[in-house]
């Protein structure tokens, strides 16, 4: 089978992802063996693949938004069946954390595309319990951007404290952020978003938001929460100013470039900041009930496998609007 790897972390515009044929994998004990016919493009991927993220293991075949269908089946899945993996692979089931409901905190959780090799490839290897069923009405392109996009920007709009009516504000419009504002409209929340990119700004404005300006501009009043998507630490001190008193700024990337200094006016009246920190599978199953309620729709560009560098470095330079997502 083909798998693209990462030996070396480089950036992104050197090509660092290395085509392999491999042997298809077997799966273990409570594993099935997927054929994955959809996987989404993260920029987490790109964290790994350029060194923001360290490689933990070498090599290693990035990729966490997988759709495939069982072809080796377990006790949960049968061969035929359609489902996904997403990010959180793994956890100890033991700690405080995973006996708390916060198995997202796991200090043994192990990570899709990271620990272990995920969905740029013909074949992976999915762990049946924290394997998903997928929505019947999307598309399998469609369903990919919902394994990590959709899940994480589920859990940021709740920690943003943002209830129905509410105001909300984004900061970066990639795919969470295409994928959150569907969720944040279906529940009458007026959003606003700050983006550089015009592509992603008239997105936004498709979408339901209310305004669309560049990552600086001021909104045109107060929010009751925020959610920077964007890895730029210095939107923080933007993002809090934009809050009106008590309101709660999500970070939720998984890397962040250095923070400025903040005076403590900005936190003052009550203001907050919370880090998203992965997803628990509570996360991924109401993420995907809601997205076939809706329904949402993410907006996709399409790439062939074999373009996996190409696609990287269209999402780093934000040559697309939306969710990019690889088919073999």
Same mark, same amino acid.
């Given at each position: 089978?083909?798998?693209?790897?990462?030996?070396?972390?480089?950036?992104?515009?050197?090509?660092?992802?290395?085509?392999?044929?491999?042997? %298809? &994998?077997?799966?273990?004990?409570?594993?099935? $063996?997927?054929?994955?016919?959809?996987?989404?493009?993260?920029?987490?991927?790109?964290?790994?693949?350029?060194?923001? $993220?360290?490689?933990?293991?070498? &090599?290693?075949?990035?990729?966490?938004?997988?759709?495939?269908?069982?072809?080796?089946?377990?006790?949960?899945?049968?061969? @035929?069946?359609?489902? @996904?993996?997403?990010?959180?692979?793994?956890?100890?089931?033991?700690?405080?954390?995973?006996?708390?409901?916060?198995?997202?905190?796991?200090?043994?959780?192990?990570?899709?595309?990271?620990?272990?090799?995920?969905?740029?490839?013909?074949?992976?290897?999915? &762990?049946?319990?924290? #394997?998903?069923?997928?929505?019947?009405?999307?598309?399998?392109?469609?369903?990919?951007?919902?394994?990590? !996009?959709?899940?994480?920007?589920?859990?940021?709009?709740? $920690?943003?404290? %943002?209830?129905?009516?509410?105001?909300?504000?984004?900061? @970066?419009?990639?795919?969470?952020?295409?994928?959150?504002?569907?969720?944040?409209? #279906?529940?009458?929340?007026?959003?606003?978003?700050?983006?550089?990119?015009?592509?992603?700004?008239?997105?936004?404005?498709?979408?339901?938001?209310?305004?669309?300006?560049?990552?600086?501009?001021?909104?045109?009043?107060?929010?009751?929460?925020?959610?920077?998507?964007?890895?730029?630490?210095?939107?923080?001190p933007i993002a809090l100013r934009s809050l009106a008193r008590g309101g709660a700024l999500a970070l939720a990337g998984i890397h962040m470039s250095r923070i400025p200094p903040l005076d403590y006016a900005e936190l003052?009246?009550?203001?907050?900041? %919370?880090?998203?920190?992965?997803?628990?599978?509570?996360?991924?199953?109401? $993420?995907?009930?809601?997205?076939?309620?809706?329904?949402?729709?993410?907006? %996709?560009?399409?790439?062939?496998?074999?373009?996996?560098? #190409? !696609?990287?470095?269209?999402?780093?330079?934000?040559?697309?609007? @939306?969710?990019?997502?690889?088919?073999?």
């Open positions: 089978m083909r798998a693209f790897a990462v030996r070396e972390q480089a950036p992104i515009e050197a090509a660092p992802l290395v085509r392999e044929e491999r042997a %298809v &994998p077997a799966p273990g004990a409570g594993e099935v $063996l997927v054929r994955v016919t959809a996987c989404g493009i993260c920029r987490t991927d790109l964290h790994v693949v350029e060194g923001d $993220l360290p490689l933990v293991t070498v &090599p290693i075949v990035p990729g966490h938004q997988i759709v495939g269908r069982v072809e080796r089946g377990g006790a949960r899945f049968r061969a @035929g069946d359609r489902i @996904g993996a997403a990010w959180l692979r793994a956890t100890c089931g033991r700690c405080a954390y995973c006996a708390s409901g916060r198995e997202n905190l796991c200090e043994r959780a192990r990570f899709t595309g990271w620990h272990v090799d995920g969905g740029f490839a013909d074949h992976a290897v999915v &762990p049946e319990a924290f #394997a998903y069923a997928l929505p019947g009405a999307l598309g399998d392109a469609e369903a990919a951007p919902l394994l990590c !996009a959709g899940i994480i920007g589920y859990r940021a709009l709740r $920690l943003s404290g %943002v209830g129905p009516g509410g105001r909300l504000a984004i900061y @970066g419009f990639g795919s969470s952020a295409s994928v959150t504002i569907q969720v944040a409209r #279906a529940r009458a929340v007026q959003v606003f978003v700050c983006t550089r990119e015009r592509s992603h700004r008239d997105l936004a404005t498709a979408l339901g938001a209310s305004w669309a300006g560049q990552t600086a501009d001021p909104l045109p009043e107060p929010v009751d929460g925020a959610i920077i998507f964007a890895p730029a630490g210095e939107l923080v003052f009246n009550e203001k907050r900041i %919370v880090t998203v920190t992965a997803s628990t599978r509570a996360d991924g199953e109401e $993420l995907l009930a809601e997205a076939a309620r809706i329904p949402i729709r993410p907006a %996709v560009t399409t790439f062939p496998l074999d373009d996996a560098n #190409a !696609a990287l470095l269209a999402l780093k330079r934000g040559a697309f609007a @939306g969710s990019g997502v690889l088919l073999p």
